[in-house]
């Protein structure tokens, strides 16, 4: 029992009283500590019954992004896209660089892309390749994802990813590849001009497919692309390719030549399909003819490319209403299109 307290000399009685051990016991006080103790480390170790694990690193979708273009400067633009894919999709990213011998990024070496096996553990496949000479160990990685029903977006060049000469078992690849992967081959272009600094193609919306998910807060666009012919003359996207976008060619080779009967001005420059391969299951596909480095510079391109990966993952209800966020992450200063040594030297893999 705890003695009343004493207050001005005269004991104030307890209204109730509770046992505790006797302060002046050292057997009572080590064991009144200790048990203390112990709820105090309970307390801060508990947690919620209700608490999920966290997630592991390993159980975050895996998208892996394949460079290769020696015009494009997709060695540039694709880290930037990956790190805004890790912030907008919670997913792990992988970019695979062309690497010359000494472990330099050269688009220029059209034979070496280091690291394509991780495609072969990943969710999504991110292609932007131009002409390439892949030795099978490499193209391997490349040709069983598409067969494996999984997901793929592809940019620009990725019409004609491939280009194997005089070699009668690859020149599938060259042509009739891409047109059934990603819905057309290389045809032509409507040209483009030695400035490279002004747009030369206006991109608009499809009308009738405005509310398509992955066209969430994209806006109309002059792009720095040079309109590509995919569709119309002799020639039609392939299977079930669905436009979401059109491009009209603000000048034009094939107009100053006549030439707008089998090359109309204007022609889709962003569709969506799927590709069933040898897995049997119908892979989704978004694929866009934009994709010059300066493109990229654009809300509404990196919104397009945000969005169009989230489609194709089947994750189209959680893009916002007005699109993933499409601010950059880092910075992104890329050096203009172009053949030859235009591109940045000197730099490594990320």
């Given amino acids: 029992m705890i003695p009343s307290v004493i207050s001005a000399g005269k004991p104030i009685p307890r209204t109730h009283s509770i046992h505790t051990p006797s302060m002046r016991n050292p057997f009572h006080l080590f064991h009144f500590l200790l048990a203390a103790l112990g709820l105090?480390?309970?307390?801060?170790?508990?947690?919620?019954?209700?608490?999920?694990?966290?997630?592991?690193?390993?159980?975050?979708?895996?998208?892996?992004?394949?460079?290769?273009?020696?015009?494009?400067?997709?060695?540039?633009?694709?880290?930037?896209?990956?790190?805004?894919l890790e912030r907008e999709l919670g997913v792990r990213t992988?970019?695979?660089?062309?690497?010359?011998?000494?472990?330099?990024?050269?688009?220029?070496?059209?034979?070496?892309?280091?690291?394509?096996?991780?495609?072969?553990?990943?969710?999504?496949?991110?292609?932007?390749?131009?002409?390439?000479?892949?030795?099978?160990?490499q193209a391997k990685h490349i040709l069983d994802f598409a067969e494996s029903g999984k997901p793929m977006v592809g940019f620009r060049t990725s019409t004609h990813a491939f280009l194997y000469k005089d070699d009668s078992l690859r020149q599938h690849l060259n042509n009739e590849w891409p047109t059934k992967v990603f819905g057309q081959q290389w045809i032509t272009h409507h040209g483009h001009f030695e400035d490279g600094n002004a747009p030369?193609?206006?991109?608009?919306?499809?009308?009738?497919?405005g509310d398509h998910p992955i066209l969430r807060g994209v806006e109309p666009m002059d792009a720095y692309s040079w309109l590509y012919h995919v569709d119309g003359g002799e020639w039609e996207l392939y299977g079930d390719s669905d436009p979401l976008l059109t491009g009209r060619s603000l000048r034009s080779n094939h107009e100053e030549a006549g030439r707008l009967d089998e090359f109309p001005i204007t022609n889709p420059v962003a569709w969506t399909k799927t590709y069933t391969g040898e897995s049997g299951k119908a892979?989704?596909?978004?694929?866009?003819?934009?994709?010059?480095?300066?493109?990229?510079?654009?809300?509404?391109?990196?919104?397009?490319?945000?969005?169009?990966?989230?489609?194709?993952?089947?994750?189209?209800?959680?893009?916002?209403?007005?699109?993933?966020?499409?601010?950059?992450?880092?910075?992104?200063?890329?050096?203009?299109?172009?053949?030859?040594?235009?591109?940045?030297?000197?730099?490594?893999?990320?």
């Fill in 40 to 84: 105090l480390l309970a307390a801060c170790t508990a947690e919620p019954t209700d608490a999920a694990p966290a997630a592991s690193p390993n159980d975050q979708p895996y998208v892996v992004l394949v460079t290769g273009d020696e015009e494009y400067r997709s060695e540039e633009s694709m880290p930037m896209l990956a790190r805004m």
């Fill in 94 to 137: 992988k970019v695979c660089y062309a690497l010359d011998s000494a472990g330099y990024v050269n688009p220029n070496v059209n034979d070496n892309i280091v690291g394509l096996a991780a495609l072969d553990s990943a969710d999504l496949m991110v292609l932007f390749t131009r002409w390439r000479a892949l030795p099978d160990d």
């Fill in 200 to 209: 030369l193609t206006a991109v608009s919306l499809i009308e009738e497919k």
């Fill in 283 to 350: 892979a989704r596909v978004f694929f866009t003819t934009l994709g010059h480095p300066y493109d990229f510079k654009s809300p509404s391109m990196r919104r397009l490319a945000l969005n169009g990966a989230a489609w194709a993952m089947g994750r189209e209800e959680n893009i916002p209403e007005g699109g993933h966020d499409p601010t950059i992450v880092g910075t992104y200063d890329p050096n203009n299109s172009g053949f030859g040594e235009k591109f940045k030297k000197g730099l490594r893999p990320e």
